[in-house]
């Protein structure tokens, strides 16, 4: 492209998103051109006061933008807000229209590393070498729901069944913190013991005593639960579609109704919660055009987190002798979804470690962002048994803690120290 119309469309759009970002913000950005050192002015509002507080960034090669009154911003607004002039200046090099057939294509490739190479490349764009940690307590494995693939399902009566205390979850909350982690994620099966108003006296407490943020994975609610939730403190929500096919999810998910799933996720959203949702890669009558389908769903529900990972049989369901999801099509599918979601947060999923010794770190080289060490006390761990083979289920949290963190340095990114809020600001 000429170099002229280049910059003329980049100027326009850099217009119509710094009128929203100085509205919201009252900051002033300055767009600019890039010659070695030099930086030269192509648009922006006069700077009326700030004009020594500002930092600059470089958008690529040739284009830089200058944030005035830099101070005003929080950290997360600050990585949100130069995302979102990567996102809308720099996304030339990475925008290939993807359909159902193109996606198969890529699933069936087996030219794995441009791919993955591709992916990564976005990742550090918008994300450097950080890595953001998602602590999770896995609170109560009791669940009215009978998924057939799942080994917390209500069925499967030879599992032992534990509750946590509200205080036990607050003090492991607690202890989470003191490691530094900015992030606890309660998860548990669909529990009603647990009811709302007492939930939200748990998270106050917790969000008082704590700096952190709360995400919540405890499955499908009403309208007035988010609501009282969200006004709690809850800061997340984790709800996967699981399956974007209805006769597979009709089958695999006898008490749930797909829509009323996907509902979820639309109040969720309108309540402002940033929202994860995802599926599982591989399970049993999954065909690459429904997993295909899954990826473009994930795409239109603007998700701020996305977790995906691969289907592991379990001894005690229905499905015990179906065959895994392979790390083939796991990392495949996780570089797709990166591809489709620059801005949003993949983790490298414990289903991923679990089928292959090195999938965590596998999974952060092709385009994921985040991990989420399980921190549920030792003794409970191995009841949490969603799916067998758990990584780390011999180990203490702290030892879980450690390998993580050295694996995470030794693939050359650092631990965030930010809360890892979504970068997609409401703008
Ligand atoms: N294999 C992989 N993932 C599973 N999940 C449940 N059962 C399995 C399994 N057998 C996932 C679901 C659920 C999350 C808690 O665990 O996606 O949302
Ligand atoms: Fe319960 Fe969730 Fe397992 Fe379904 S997938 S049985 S809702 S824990």
């Known amino acids: 492209m000429e170099k002229g119309t280049y910059t003329f469309s980049k100027k326009e759009l850099f217009k119509s998103l710094t009128k929203n970002i ?27 006061n700030g004009l020594y ?45 993807l359909n159902v057939d193109k996606i198969i294509d890529f699933l069936e490739s087996k030219d794995t590393k441009s791919l993955f190479d591709r992916a990564d490349r976005i990742r550090r764009k918008y994300f450097s070498n950080q890595v953001h940690i998602r602590a999770i307590i896995e609170f109560s494995n009791y669940c009215k729901k009978d998924c057939l693939y799942c080994g917390l399902r209500k069925s499967n009566k030879k599992l032992y069944r534990y509750r946590f205390t509200f205080d036990e979850i607050y003090n492991i909350a607690k202890q989470i913190n003191s490691f530094g982690y900015k992030t606890i994620v309660l998860q548990s099966g669909e529990d009603d013991y647990y009811n709302t108003d007492k939930l939200c006296k748990l998270i106050s407490r917790i969000k008082k005593d704590t700096d952190c943020a709360i995400t919540l994975s405890i499955g499908e609610k009403t309208f007035d639960e988010y609501k009282k939730l969200k006004e709690a403190g809850v800061d997340r929500y984790l709800l996967k579609f699981e399956t974007s096919d209805q006769n597979l999810f009709k089958k695999l998910k006898p008490d749930s109704n797909y829509e009323n799933r996907l509902e979820c996720v639309e109040i969720l959203r309108e309540l402002d919660y940033q929202v994860g949702s995802g599926n599982i890669i591989g399970l049993p009558g999954q065909t690459k055009r429904i997993l295909a389908q899954d990826i473009l769903l994930m795409e239109n529900m603007d998700l701020d987190m996305i977790g995906m990972g691969p289907f592991i049989p379990h001894g005690n369901t229905p499905f015990k002798k179906e ?53 549920t ?10 799916y067998p083979n758990k990584v780390y289920i011999d180990k203490t949290p702290s030892q879980c803690r450690k390998d993580i963190e050295k694996m995470i340095i030794k693939t050359g990114r650092i631990i965030s120290k930010d809360y890892g809020h979504s970068l997609k600001l409401k703008i």
């Open 377 to 386: 006390p030792s003794k409970y761990r191995e009841y949490y048994e969603i």
């Open 22 to 48: 100085e509205e919201k913000y009252s900051v002033t950005v300055h767009l600019a051109n890039i010659k070695g050192k030099r930086w030269s002015f192509i648009a922006g509002n006069d700077v009326k």
């Open 323 to 375: 065959k895994a999801g392979t790390l083939d099509l796991s990392l495949k599918t996780l570089a797709i979804t990166r591809i489709l979601n620059k801005i949003v947060h993949i983790p490298a999923t414990t289903a991923l470690a679990s089928i292959d010794l090195h999938g965590r770190q596998k999974g952060l080289e092709a385009g994921a962002n985040v991990i989420m060490p399980n921190l």
């Open 53 to 97: 507080n500002f930092k600059k960034f470089k958008i690529n090669n040739d284009l830089g933008i200058i944030i005035f009154k830099w101070d005003k911003l929080k950290e997360g607004q600050r990585d949100g807000i130069i995302a979102k002039y990567k996102d809308s200046l720099d996304d030339s090099d990475f925008s290939i229209p």
